[in-house]
């Protein structure tokens, strides 16, 4: 999607730490962490909102579920939030879907 910033990430168009990328999805750290740890787990494809999922997608939203499982155990977190923000009044800011990964387990950082 034209003028999407993750879009642009994702096209490497627009630098980031990515942690982590196969051929649907793609990890990176937030660029104003609020926590110690601070990923942000996002599909290739654009969708804006989980709002906007549809049952077709059902594969992709468990998919970054358990990505974040995945990235989580690889960076030894014992504990952390996995969060959406869903529209304007949800917080969230992006209108390209992301799942934040944040925690304060510090045991080893990437
Ligand atoms: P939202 O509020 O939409 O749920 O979350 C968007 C997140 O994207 C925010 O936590 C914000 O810090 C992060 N963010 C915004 N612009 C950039 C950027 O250019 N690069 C990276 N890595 N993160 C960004
Ligand atoms: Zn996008």
């Not at 879009?7 to 660029?31: G, L, M, R, V």
């Not at 654009?46 to 970054?64: T, Y």
């Amino acid at each position: 999607m034209k003028n999407c910033l993750f879009c642009k990430i994702i096209k490497k168009e627009i630098p980031s730490e990515i942690i982590y990328e196969d051929d649907k999805i793609i990890s990176f750290k937030d660029i104003r962490p609020k926590a110690k740890i601070h990923f942000l787990i996002v599909p290739k494809e654009h969708i804006e909102s989980v709002s906007d999922l549809e049952e077709k997608n059902k594969d992709l939203a468990g998919e970054l579920i358990l990505t974040a499982k995945k990235i989580a155990e690889k960076h030894n977190l014992t504990g952390y939030k996995l969060i959406f923000n869903v529209g304007r009044r949800g917080g969230q800011l992006i209108d390209h879907i992301h799942l934040h990964l944040v925690s304060r387990d510090i045991e080893e950082l990437p």
